[in-house]
């Protein structure tokens, strides 16, 4: 059974934790951006997350995706595994830049901060929702024991591939969205 790296998972879950505590400390409003040392600190954390973004990003970029998987991997399933992984790279990047364009205009005293703080809303948004779908498949990926899951998470592993008539059905309804998806996109 194929595994992401050791050093894959270990990224993968130090900067899971980085995220939440992005998501936790998060700045209450503008005004708490007056004190020097607050400002400092988002100002570098932004930097630091977003490097640690970019060398993940090329860590990862030629990994096989659904590695571990022990079934057939439709085209169609992978198109909207990768999908979602680059939707999510993408608001990793776009909530520190939107950070460190609010900071750069809060340092200037320079027009348009409402619209940056509305991109860093809207990337926080959009964030909160890839993430949610992501965790979300792990798991009925996990509940059907397609192995998937034990390729990056290495705690609750899966034992083998698991079979019921809700599997069944579920698999077969899964099919036919991965059919369409192929159809249209003519993969
Ligand atoms: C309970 C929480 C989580 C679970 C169970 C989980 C599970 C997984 C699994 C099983 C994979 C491997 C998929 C594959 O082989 O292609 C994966 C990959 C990935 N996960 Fe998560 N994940 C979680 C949280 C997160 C969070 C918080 C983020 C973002 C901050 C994230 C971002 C990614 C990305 C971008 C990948 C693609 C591989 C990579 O580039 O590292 N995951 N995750
Ligand atoms: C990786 C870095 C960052 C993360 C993960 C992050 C995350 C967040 C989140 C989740 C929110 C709440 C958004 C919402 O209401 O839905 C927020 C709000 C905010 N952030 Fe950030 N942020 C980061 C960097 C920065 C930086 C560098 C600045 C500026 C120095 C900044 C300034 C703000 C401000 C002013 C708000 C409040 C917006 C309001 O008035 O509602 N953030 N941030």
Same mark, same amino acid.
């Given at each position: 059974?194929?595994?992401?790296?050791?050093?894959? *998972? #270990?990224?993968?879950?130090?900067?899971?934790?980085? @995220?939440? @505590?992005?998501? #936790? *400390?998060? =700045?209450?409003?503008?005004?708490?951006?007056?004190?020097? !040392?607050?400002? $400092?600190? +988002?100002?570098?954390? !932004? &930097?630091?997350?977003? &490097?640690?973004?970019?060398?993940?990003?090329?860590?990862?970029?030629?990994? +096989?995706?659904?590695?571990?998987?022990?079934?057939?991997?439709?085209?169609?399933?992978? #198109?909207?595994?990768?999908? &979602?992984?680059?939707?999510?790279?993408?608001?990793? =990047?776009?909530?520190?830049? /939107?950070?460190?364009?609010?900071?750069?205009?809060?340092?200037?005293?320079?027009?348009?901060?409402?619209?940056?703080?509305?991109?860093?809303?809207?990337?926080?948004?959009?964030?909160? =929702?890839?993430?949610?779908?992501?965790?979300?498949?792990? #798991? @009925?990926?996990?509940?059907?024991?397609?192995?998937?899951? $034990?390729?990056?998470?290495?705690?609750?592993? +899966?034992?083998?591939?698991?079979?019921? *008539?809700?599997?069944?059905?579920?698999?077969? /309804?899964?099919? *036919?969205?991965?059919?369409?998806?192929?159809? /249209?996109?003519?993969?």
């Amino acid at each position: 059974m194929k595994s992401h790296t050791p050093l894959a *998972k #270990f990224i993968h879950w130090s900067f899971s934790i980085l @995220y939440a @505590y992005g998501i #936790f *400390k998060q =700045v209450g409003d503008l005004s708490e951006l007056e004190d020097p !040392a607050l400002l $400092n600190f +988002e100002i570098l954390f !932004a &930097v630091a997350f977003l &490097v640690i973004v970019f060398i993940r990003y090329f860590y990862m970029k030629d990994t +096989e995706t659904l590695l571990g998987a022990n079934i057939e991997i439709r085209k169609g399933h992978l #198109f909207i595994a990768k999908s &979602v992984h680059k939707l999510v790279y993408f608001t990793l =990047v776009m909530l520190p830049l /939107t950070g460190l364009l609010i900071a750069g205009l809060f340092s200037i005293g320079a027009g348009g901060i409402e619209l940056a703080i509305g991109l860093h809303e809207f990337s926080a948004f959009l964030s909160y =929702v890839l993430i949610a779908v992501h965790v979300g498949a792990s #798991f @009925y990926s996990k509940l059907k024991g397609e192995g998937i899951w $034990n390729a990056m998470t290495p705690f609750w592993k +899966e034992k083998e591939k698991k079979e019921s *008539k809700l599997i069944s059905y579920l698999e077969k /309804t899964e099919d *036919k969205v991965y059919e369409t998806i192929e159809k /249209t996109l003519r993969l």
